[in-house]
């Protein structure tokens, strides 16, 4: 899968060399530019055409209009109330969307939280800030926001003590609650610590701005304060070559394209389960082992799914003939099991990203997801991913990139089973094809999940070997019994 997309996305160098053996083997030699990707530079489209689009906004709710709001399924009544602190602003048509968004956004008292496409934005302010929307010029309409708006639809109807995730507003970041002013010297303030505190049982500070927790009020009450952006479903999840370069076609690559193209000068973070960092497969390129859920531990004690999947991107081969896609690469590992209990734990996605980001990642793999509960779902860990992505793709602010992968799942062969944050939609969501023995490499794993997403959307993106790989086994594993092959450094 790596070797795919660093092959595919390098154009060759104007001064290839083409030559033909008398077998009639033609052989190309090609110099890659040097900096071709970090070169890269975007242009910011500053026209000032109008958008075509109608006056609408298609929420998770339905459609609203300006006369109201058409649901698409029934809403318990209590969560039919009005959220006091948010509006719904429609554009109108004769002005540009961007415009208005700003001219709202520079006003005191108020502060766009969401587009709501193709004509929406979502605003919160304080009521003096909400009132003043209506005398913009390209305001067609303010519309209430139901309190419905910020609860998982998984949750709407149920009663009584529920394990829970909380979340506040986002930025750049996600805010540890909210806090506006308007010029007359009202303040809507509130910390989403104190809902966390006051609202729900057992709570425990996932990152700022998000916590877990069991409700001790209702789902309508908590959705109603103002520093709750989202209250849904807590996640659980689950972690989802000699061959694979094979069925990739990357040794051929090698035998009749003459090129360094082997991951040198590629960091690629991959976050997992932990690793096995001296098992001697990865040499000295590890740049960076961190734990990002806070055991104090990055060992792989338990499957050994994160040193089999690293192996699988980059491992060298040092230890047999099993090796990755990109072995010249380097690694930043974020380990994310609890090596007390064996489970996979929540980490912050964009504090993940960010991270990889900054350690000089390009290129982020992740072998893991939710469970069947968020099957084919656009959770907020979907919108974390894609909140980021765009974020570094923005080459005209200097920025460089970051391929995201996530794995479909392992819940096929049924449609609709593609778990979250593989739902996203600037991720390059991946299902597993089969990687050794009969059906090799056409067939697709039964077990692989598939699309399409709940809004339609076609997933997963790519197919790569996932099922009989073999890659590296972690020493100090302690669950590797499902293995079908295995010797002292390998296994599939």
């Not at 639809?153 to 308007?182: C, N, Q, Y």
């Not at 998000?210 to 789902?219: K, L």
Request: charged share 20%.
């Amino acid at each position: 899968m790596l070797g795919i997309l660093l092959l595919a996305s390098i154009p060759l160098a104007n001064d290839s060399e083409v030559s033909q053996t008398e077998d009639g083997i033609e052989w190309i030699k090609f110099e890659l530019p040097k900096d071709t990707i970090r070169n890269l530079v975007g242009h910011l489209d500053e026209s000032i055409s109008l958008e075509e689009r109608p006056l609408l906004a298609h929420s998770r709710l339905g459609i609203h209009d300006a006369s109201g709001v058409l649901f698409d399924r029934d809403i318990p009544h209590e969560l039919l109330a009005p959220r006091s602190d948010l509006s719904l602003v429609l554009v109108s048509t004769e002005f540009r969307l961007s415009d208005i968004r700003k001219q709202i956004q520079d006003m005191n008292g108020v502060e766009v939280r969401e587009f709501i496409s193709p004509s929406g934005l979502l605003v919160q302010g304080t009521q003096n800030g909400l009132s003043s929307l209506q005398s913009i010029q390209g305001v067609s309409a303010t519309q209430p926001v139901p309190i419905a708006m910020m609860v998982d639809f998984a949750i709407m109807e149920s009663d009584g003590t529920l394990p829970v995730r909380i979340e506040s507003w986002k930025s750049d970041h996600l805010l540890p609650g909210v806090d506006i002013a308007d010029n007359r010297g009202m303040r809507l303030y509130q910390n989403l610590d104190f809902v966390a505190k006051n609202f729900l049982l057992n709570s425990y500070l996932a990152e700022t701005g998000r916590y877990d927790g069991f409700t001790s009020q209702t789902i309508a009450e908590i959705a109603a304060e103002p520093s709750v952006a989202w209250i849904g479903k807590q996640p659980v999840l689950t972690n989802w070559n000699d061959q694979s370069r094979n069925h990739m076609n990357i040794n051929a690559m090698r035998s009749y394209y003459t090129t360094d193209l082997d991951g040198s000068g590629q960091i690629v973070a991959v976050a997992d389960s932990g690793l096995d960092h001296d098992h001697g497969d990865f040499g000295n390129r590890i740049i960076g082992n961190v734990d990002i859920i806070g055991d104090g531990s990055t060992a792989d004690a338990h499957s050994g799914h994160g040193t089999h999947v690293a192996c699988t991107v980059l491992g060298d081969g040092t230890r047999g003939n099993y090796q990755g896609v990109a072995p010249e690469a380097e690694l930043y590992f974020q380990a994310m099991e609890n090596d007390n209990n064996g489970n996979f734990q929540w980490a912050s996605i964009n504090n993940m990203l960010n991270t990889a980001y900054s350690n000089g990642a390009r290129i982020h793999s992740n072998s893991w997801g939710s469970t069947s509960s968020d099957w084919g779902e656009y959770t907020s860990s979907s919108e974390d991913v894609d909140d980021r992505t765009r974020y570094y793709d923005q080459y005209y602010s200097g920025r460089e990139g970051l391929v995201v992968l996530f794995a479909a799942g392992n819940d096929g062969p049924n449609s609709d089973t593609i778990g979250s944050p593989g739902t996203a939609k600037n991720t390059i969501t991946v299902g597993n094809s089969q990687n050794r023995y009969s059906g090799a490499p056409n067939s697709i794993m039964d077990g692989s999940s598939r699309g399409p997403v709940d809004d339609g959307r076609i997933k997963p993106d790519i197919l790569a070997p996932g099922g009989y790989v073999r890659s590296c086994r972690a020493q100090e594993a302690t669950d590797t019994g499902g293995a079908t092959w295995s010797n002292n450094w390998y296994l599939e």
